[in-house]
């Protein structure tokens, strides 16, 4: 009996102890939930900024976190909210001033937040109920100085269905100008990240006309009027920002580039077609605003900007050559294509694949070509020949052996231009050690700018360089060589990281990003993988990283572009940049934080780089 009252002693205080615990854990529990209840929860907007201006045609994203558990709404609709309190909405906007009104419920607390932005206006006609014009759509905006021969165009926006004409002060009156015909919109982000489809405004309303430039042409500064008469002959007028002058000089204006390497374009500040370097000469013909026209041959010209050259004196002839005689001579890893020339001339390169060669263009040059000694002892040169294409336009194509380029050096020596191919790299330990003496150059893009942010505020910058170190150590165990654009926090500018993978002479060059959508494309329908290259050298090692990219990570096939990327121009070495995966979507972006998931990003470029050289050993 002792036992069992000692026992039921012993069970009574238990149960009084479970008790008070039980009491302590609800007491707890409730307060937390006081607590819970009673914080309002967190909101953070990472994109848009406030008061940023956003380029979209009626709808785009906004994104950043909240409160983990919390609702949201958004503009009134309902926007899902991730584990890790992410969140990334798609919504409707208008042209102008716009506002985001968030709200997030957590509990019985709620936090509200307004973000204001201006929505850029696409462009719109102009009323048809007044008469005037569109004082954002006066071109010219700059001054132009041009020649006899020259076309001067003008154009502007005001009321449709009428009629318009236009002044040249000092010059000449009552140009007649034609309305053109409504014209679709491209919305770029669409056009080339999501849906190829136009704008269905059409613009109406805009008047163009054009004006020969005569031989005995003479103005300077001369002012542009516009104007436009109705069908009750009522008359508005309009002066443009720009002006003209012609310069009826007979005496040519030489000048010769000051920078390191000038890019030249084929308009006003369009697209990069020559990368010019210093010491060219130019015969410049004219100008438009901050963009100077160089004749480069009859039918042929380029564009370069205020700052990138020294005119010559008075006098200075104009620039031209002859090419008496080219030179191929073998080394151990690259084969040098010597141009001797009396100066230094504008010259352009291309890779073609199929055959495999590189075209030499060169301008204000005449062939006097009898003789091209050639070293073909060494294997990667199978034929040289010229052409004359026009009397101010040589061409030299040097066809190769080789089917996968490795690059080419153009500079000048002197005035001798040389063009050093690069021979494929020598592998001697495939296939225990694949990458033997292989110089890869990795850049981790971004810094010190933060690049894109995630929804969480996790920066692109520290993804792209924990993938870069972890794809070092890879290539580094098996061999390669590997240089680092930059260190965690320590980088160099843009423009140096290609020349510092040139310095050390890389047989590949890999940027690594992670990417983000323009403004007013849709995210859900539009994001993933993709790779970027510039040179057809680069396209296949792009294809195979691309491959791995997919297989190994399992995200969508955001594709495989063509770009003109600072990090993908190089002409030294096969250059391609990635992005694997999506900063601003939050499934991505929670990938991204976990360790695993920046190794597998790894392993898919080391894996892609790794078959691009069993292809080419």
Known sequence: ??????????????TSSIFRWCVILVTSLLFASSAVLASKPRFRIIYPLENQEIAARDSSFI??????VSRLWINDTPVRV????????????????FVFHCTAVSGLDTTRVERYVRVTTRMMAFPVDSLGFDPTYIFPDFESVLRGGDIFEVSVKGTPDCRAFFDIEGLAWEIPMAERMPLPQFPWGDAVFGDLKTDTTFVQG???GVYEIKPWDMIKDAR????????ESDTVSIQAAGTLTVDGSSVPTIAVLTE????????PGQAYTWFLPKGVKLWLTGRRGVWHRARLAEGHEAWVPDGSFQVLPPGTPIPKGIVRFVRAEGFRDRVRISIPLEERLPFHIRQRTNPSSIIITLYGVASDTDWIPQDFSDPILQDIRWYQRSSRIYELEILLNQPQQ??????????????DIKKRPQIPGWPSSPFKNCVICLDAGHHPDMGAVGPTGLQERDVNIAVAGELKRMLESDGAVVVMTREASEGISLRSRPRLADAVDADILISIHFNALPDGVNPWRNNGSSVYYYHPMSRRLAELIHQEVLEELKLPDFGLYYANLALCRPTQMPAVLTEEAFMMIPEQEMLLSQPDFLKKCARAIYDGIKRFLKENR
């Open 1 to 14: 009996m002792r036992v069992l009252n000692v026992k039921g002693v012993t069970r009574r205080r238990t």
């Open 63 to 68: 994104f950043g976190s909240v409160t983990p």
């Open 82 to 97: 991730y584990p890790n309190g992410a969140f990334l909405a798609f919504l409707p906007v208008t042209p102008g001033e």
């Open 206 to 208: 805009i008047y163009t």
């Open 224 to 231: 542009v009027v516009f104007h436009l008469v109705n069908e």
């Open 260 to 267: 390191e390497t000038v890019i030249a374009r084929p308009s």
């Open 406 to 419: 490795w690059g080419y050096d153009p500079k000048y020596n002197g005035t001798t231009l040389e063009i």
